[in-house]
């Protein structure tokens, strides 16, 4: 099992900045690989970024060159530094935790990012 709780969502406006954290149970050091989704209301739920336990990192055309993916020394925390906002990027972000071993997906209950005037 494995437990994701991400935080640091809110409202911002277009141009701004917002940082998301999601704590994991067990170090992604210890996983294939942990990445961020966003599911916008009537879509369907796409990937915005992703690292491995190696350091392999994957972003979305769409936040490329202004979303940044990291997780902390121990690896049991993974960020979403996400600059320069608009209102396309408003969803509900989730956090994945991807394992070897069946049910291979984990997720977190998400946290919503409101990009707004």
């Known amino acids: 099992q494995v437990q994701l709780v991400e935080s640091g969502g809110g409202l911002v406006q277009p141009g701004g900045s917002l940082r998301l954290s999601c704590a994991a149970s067990?170090?992604?050091?210890?996983?294939?690989?942990m990445g961020w989704y966003r599911q916008a209301q009537g879509k369907e739920r796409e990937l915005v970024a992703s690292?491995?336990?190696?350091?392999?990192?994957t972003y979305a055309d769409s936040v490329k060159g202004r979303f940044t993916i990291s997780n902390s020394n121990a690896g049991y925390t993974l960020y979403l530094q996400m600059n320069s906002l608009k209102p396309e990027d408003t969803a509900v972000y989730y956090c994945?935790?991807?394992?070897?071993?069946?049910?291979?997906?984990?997720w977190g209950r998400g946290t919503q990012v409101t990009v707004s005037t």
């Open positions: 067990r170090s992604i050091f210890r996983m294939n690989f």
């Open positions: 690292i491995t336990s190696t350091g392999t990192i």
């Open positions: 994945n935790a991807n394992v070897l071993v069946s049910p291979y997906n984990y």
